[in-house]
């Protein structure tokens, strides 16, 4: 009798620490995206940095190259946010083109500089932009960081503030998250016809997938299934929607001309969201896949970074 009752504790023992397991991993996950949306999870670099290409240097336009810029105030729904306009190069022709570069998250818009001298060479003013959260704009009721859910309002404001003062296209250049939330710009706002050419380095275009790839980095137990329930669970606890965080077939179906770069070393925004984008795209895409980490393709191939981006910049219909 006894016997008998052995294989039903044992599966009730094997079944209550799968549970268990899961608790702990959803938990984990749930843990590490509040952590990473509400912006604790990023520190100040332990020193300065000197190069201004290298991720954490702070420092304006004029202090990093020499180049003549201004600080503007763009108005967005939460306030002034303070941005910098790069003006062309002294010879290029004006034709109403201009760049708006959007960082991720725990990033700045100097983040923006390893595009900023091709920008500017190629005739296009520059506008590096702060949004909601970070620390010179104002800061979101929530304080969250939402994959472009809500900050797409911020760069919609950018583009109104560009078509203001006689901008008529706009190539929008996105970095990490910052590609989430040019996403949900061509998804979302009424100016997304102004966009003439998309620039993404590792885009967070789906925060799932972002999630799952970084659980899998720190070989959680379960991570795949906690990842996935993390998403509802954050839902519950924030109120934000996480799984409406998929742009993937938006930036596919965008009809102009996209640039991607991506390092198979990235440990935060799986290589395969880029992929995915080329897959889906029917032509009009260029893509440098380098062995770098997130970020770093423009360090890992600086010459091929610099000359697949000014030859994309070239052959824009102007």
Known sequence: MSRSRWPRRLLLVLVAGFCLAVVFSTWFSHRLLVEVLTGRAFGAPAEAIADPLVMGYRGDPGQAFGLPFQTVSVDTPGGPAPAWLIPP???ATPDGTAAIFVHGIGGAREDGYPYLHALHEAGLPVLLITYRNDPE??????????????????LDAA???????GARKIVLVGASMGGGIVGQFLARSPRADQVSALILDAPALDA???LGHITDELKLPLRSLGARLAIPAFA???GANL?????????AGFDGPVLLFHGAADRIV???ISFAVLEARDGGTTMLHTAGDHLQSHLVEPERFDRILRGFLGALPR
């Open 89 to 91: 190069a002294a010879n």
């Open 159 to 165: 583009a109104l503030w560009l078509q203001a003062r």
């Open 243 to 251: 799984a409406q965080a998929a742009v993937i077939p938006v930036v």
């Open 137 to 154: 704009a104002p800061r979101a009721p929530d304080g969250l960081r939402l994959f472009g859910l809500t900050e797409w309002e911020d």
């Open 270 to 272: 799986p290589p395969e």
């Open 236 to 238: 519950l606890t924030h």
């Open 208 to 210: 799932q997938m972002v």
